[in-house]
Each structure stands twice: as structure tokens, then as C-alpha cells.
């Protein structure tokens, strides 16, 4: 492998229907014939990666490791985030969900607050969520907390090491930024890391959003599961919504990506405002 030289290679037509098939059964993201150009890409990125000549040669690696499925489908879902991404989830959770659900609890004797984010990625959303929630709880002697899951050990990790470029957090308040990040000198100058009181409320765990029963004990007052659905057929997406469902207290929120929709699907929640649903 000393001599590699990277080439950039075409996926054949045989190539893309076994991969999209493969994808599809391990992950239930959907690879239409639109998305051909984009998978090119993404493997030619994991041939650099690996060093493998040839996309049929990456198929014979990809069946001859277990480990590469989870890499496959990491670099095929991968997209953009940023803290306090689509804020206008933050507004609502702050106007209305926060106070609503926190009431709610109080009612029901309860003094906990659940929040699942369920496609954490690289830990931006979740992170930004945990921000906002211990504002929002800091003087009101209740507890909170928040699982966030992803399909990929690999984004997991580097969610939970919570190393942030500058760039990404261009939407953090700089009291948030000093209050809830320490800045990084010499080697890692443009660089933050979340605290370490911040960090302990945030669980990460590896989860296939379509498994059949999730490990949690206790419903959840909010889950947000943005942009994901883009990936899943209508058939999964009404699988997904409904499995979400059925673990939200009655009052709580689902939160979609902005670029999604939930109609054409049969599913027992109310639209409230656009990508925000909530339990019946």
C-alpha cells in the first residue's frame, strides 16, 4: 500500500444497486437513483480513507469487515450542523414547550425533565439543547436530562470529546460562550470545549432508530429527530414517527428538520407549527 495513488472513480450502475441495497438494509436510509453522484463522492472519500483502488474492490472490503458497514453509512448520512442549528426550535421550546411541559411535570408530581435527541451527530444539537435547558432550569430546583443517540460510534466519540470549531458556533451568545466553553490555547487556538458541568448531562449511546424497542424507561417531554427522515422512504418514516410517538408524554413535542414533512402519514400527533408536533 506504499505506492497507493488515489484515482477517483465512477460507481457502475451494479455497483450503486448493491450498495443502496445494502445501505438500506442495515440502516433503512433510502438511496434513490437521484443520489448516485453523492454516493460516488462519499465512497471516493472512503477509498482515500482505506486506500482501495477501486469501488468493486471497497465492496469486497466492505463485506469482508463487519466494522465498515458502520463507516459506510456514517459517511452517506453525514450533513452540516452547527449549534443552535434552525433556531427557530429553540424560540418554541423557550416560549412555549419549556414552561408548558415544565408545568405539566410539576402537575403530574413529577420533578424531572426528559429530552431525547435522537440524531446527535456530532453533538451540536444536543449540546445546544443542554444549553438552553440549564438556563431555562437553573433557579427552579428541577432536574433534567438528555439521551442523545446516533447510529455511528465513530460521530458518538466525537460528540462526547465536545471539541468545537470556532465557525460552528457562531450562534452561541458570547455570555454562553464564556459561561459553558473553555477556550482552546496553542495547539488547539479556534477551538472550544464544552464544560465539563454541561457535559455530564448529556447521555450517548449508539442507536438504530428503527429497532424495534428502544432501552428507555421513562417517556420523554421533548424529542427532536431532525433531519433524518430525509434519508427513510415514506413507509419507514411512518414506522419512525409512530415508534417516536409512542414514547412522548401526552403534551410533548416532536421536532422535525424544516426540510421535512409529516403529511401523507398516518400518525396520532397534531401539527402545531411548521417541523414542531405535538402528542395528542
Given at each position: ?53 477501486t ?11 463487519e ?25 418554541f ?9 415544565h408545568?405539566?411535570a ?33 433557579n ?11 447510529i ?58 428503527l429497532?424495534?424497542q ?13 433531519n ?27 421536532m ?14 397534531k ?10
Amino acid at each position: 500500500m506504499s505506492n497507493y495513488e488515489y484515482k477517483a472513480q465512477i460507481i457502475d450502475a451494479k455497483s450503486y444497486d448493491y450498495i443502496r441495497k445494502l445501505v438500506y438494509q442495515h440502516s433503512r436510509i433510502n438511496l434513490g437513483d437521484d443520489k448516485l453522484d453523492l454516493v460516488s463522492a462519499r465512497l471516493n472519500k472512503r477509498l482515500r480513507e482505506t486506500k482501495i483502488l477501486t469501488i468493486p474492490d471497497y465492496i469486497d472490503y466492505l463485506n469482508a469487515n463487519e466494522g465498515e458497514m458502520e463507516n459506510l453509512i456514517d459517511i452517506i448520512s453525514t450533513n452540516h450542523t452547527f449549534f443552535f442549528r434552525e433556531i427557530q426550535h429553540f424560540e418554541f421550546m423557550q416560549t412555549h414547550a419549556l414552561p408548558e411541559l415544565h408545568n405539566y411535570a410539576k402537575n403530574q408530581g413529577g420533578s424531572e425533565f426528559r429530552l431525547w435527541c435522537a440524531a446527535s451527530s456530532s453533538g451540536d444539537e444536543p449540546y445546544s439543547l443542554a444549553i438552553q435547558l440549564q438556563e431555562y432550569f437553573k433557579n427552579k430546583n428541577f432536574n433534567w436530562d438528555i439521551q442523545a443517540t446516533d447510529i455511528s460510534n465513530r460521530i458518538l466519540a466525537k460528540a462526547q470529546n465536545a471539541v468545537f470549531p470556532e465557525e460552528r458556533l457562531k450562534e452561541v451568545r458570547p455570555d454562553l460562550l464564556r459561561s459553558y466553553f473553555q477556550k482552546g490555547f496553542g495547539a488547539q487556538e479556534g477551538f472550544y470545549r464544552v464544560k465539563e458541568e454541561l457535559r455530564q448531562k448529556v447521555t450517548f449511546s449508539r442507536l438504530n432508530l428503527l429497532q424495534p424497542q428502544y432501552p428507555f424507561q421513562k417517556p420523554f417531554h421533548v424529542i427532536f429527530c431532525r433531519n433524518v427522515m430525509i434519508y427513510f422512504d415514506r413507509q419507514t418514516q411512518e414506522e419512525l414517527v409512530n415508534h417516536l410517538s409512542n414514547i412522548l408524554v401526552p403534551g410533548g413535542y416532536l421536532m422535525i428538520g424544516h426540510s421535512e414533512s409529516l403529511t401523507g402519514i398516518k400518525h396520532p400527533l397534531k401539527s402545531v407549527k411548521p417541523a414542531i408536533y405535538q402528542k395528542i
